[in-house]
């Protein structure tokens, strides 16, 4: 059974630093691409951050430059290194994982919703104050 467990949040000041990690329980027959979704206080969640199984990253526009996402697939680890954090990037931060592609990321992160990935974590809170 996949199970996807974020960790890390909390509430920073902006230009501060965070890193999410997530432990993820995925079968070792199967391939994923992961994904980091944001949900903003009153808006849909939304990618902004994925890895292929080898190692090929996407980013939201917004967050180039400021956050890096990372795999360990020995360890089964997921991570977000969000530096320069601003107050927009608020918001509650989940963990996706998909096999249908078996282990790409296919299509325009933001054009992503929830129906594109089939396993999802409980999230963690990221706040970003002014």
């Known amino acids: 059974q996949v199970q996807l467990v974020e960790s890390g949040g909390g509430s920073v000041q902006a230009g501060g630093s965070l890193r999410l990690s997530c432990a993820a329980s995925l079968s070792t027959s199967r391939k994923y691409c992961l994904a980091w979704f944001r949900q903003a206080p009153g808006k849909e969640r939304r990618a902004v951050a994925s890895?292929?199984?080898?190692?090929?990253?996407t980013y939201k526009d917004s967050v180039k430059g400021r956050f890096t996402i990372y795999r360990d697939n020995a360890k089964s680890t997921l991570s977000l290194q969000m530096d320069n954090l601003k107050p927009e990037d608020t918001g509650m931060y989940y963990c996706?994982?998909?096999?249908?592609?078996?282990?790409?990321?296919?299509?325009?992160?933001?054009?992503?919703?929830?129906?594109?990935?089939?396993?999802w974590g409980q999230g963690t809170q990221v706040t970003v104050s002014s």
């Open positions: 996706a994982a998909d096999d249908g592609g078996i282990g790409y990321c296919f299509g325009a992160l933001d054009l992503w919703d929830d129906s594109d990935f089939r396993y």
């Open positions: 890895i292929d199984i080898d190692g090929g990253t």
